[in-house]
């Protein structure tokens, strides 16, 4: 079966960085995205990777491995309204999502 | 970015009635749409593929009778929740891909309460 892995919830300080981990087992692979979602509010696009390799944005970087199933995302100079749900989406061959649980992120003062 | 709205944003019904949510794109065209359900806590679960002009496609499980879905232009989809109970209470979502497959714009949910 499909399946994508991550922690249930983290904990960190502000101004810290923090590292989530997602590793899957998926039918086919066409790219690994990451997801932010806030309580009650929609999913919103944090990045895509489909080659292996670190991909920078800002404060937020992923990474893939694409022969290890295995993906992070990278938060640098947490601020507290990074608090959230981080989900780890990989594109099987069907061109679905395949969706983690999700992690929760709690930001400390 | 691109934009997908969804309406009504919250609705609160009574069981055994019926209650449609609309999904738009508003400033691309989609010819599929994906509708999704999130309960409290959990990740989101795929229910259906909305496909414009032809039938929708529904994931095991998910009762096509129950939730019926209407792709009837390029812009809109809309998902009926028919005959609903309490346990369909629940966040619904919907996405659509801009230009690659890969570029999916989700809607701001419907939080649908069934009393």
């Known amino acids: 079966g499909q399946n994508i892995d991550q922690p249930t919830e983290m904990t960190a300080t502000e101004g810290a960085i923090v590292q989530i981990n997602c590793t899957y087992q998926?039918?086919?692979?066409?790219?690994l995205f990451w997801y932010q979602q806030h309580a009650g509010e929609a999913p919103t696009f944090l990045s895509y990777n489909v080659l292996d390799g670190l991909e920078e944005k800002g404060r937020f970087s992923s990474f893939l491995s694409r022969s290890k199933g295995y993906s992070y995302l990278l938060l640098k100079e947490l601020q507290m309204k990074d608090s959230a749900s981080y989900l780890c989406?990989?594109?099987?061959?069907?061109?679905?999502?395949?969706w983690g649980a999700g992690t929760k992120l709690i930001i400390k003062p | 970015g691109a934009v997908v709205s969804q309406h009504p944003s919250w609705v609160i019904c009574k069981s055994g009635t019926s209650v449609k949510i609309e999904c738009r794109s508003l400033d691309f065209q989609a010819t599929t749409m994906f509708w999704y359900r999130q309960f409290p806590k959990q990740s989101l679960m795929l229910m259906a593929t909305s496909n414009e002009g032809s039938k929708a496609t529904y994931e095991q499980g998910v009762e096509k009778d129950k939730f019926l879905i209407n792709h009837a232009s390029l812009t809109l989809s809309t998902l009926t929740v028919t005959s609903a109970h309490p346990e369909d209470s629940s966040f619904y979502i919907c996405s659509a891909p801009k230009g690659q497959i890969y570029e999916q714009y989700f809607g701001p949910g419907t939080r649908l309460t069934v009393t």
């Open positions: 989406a990989v594109m099987d061959s069907n061109y679905q999502l395949i």
């Open positions: 998926t039918s086919g692979f066409n790219g």
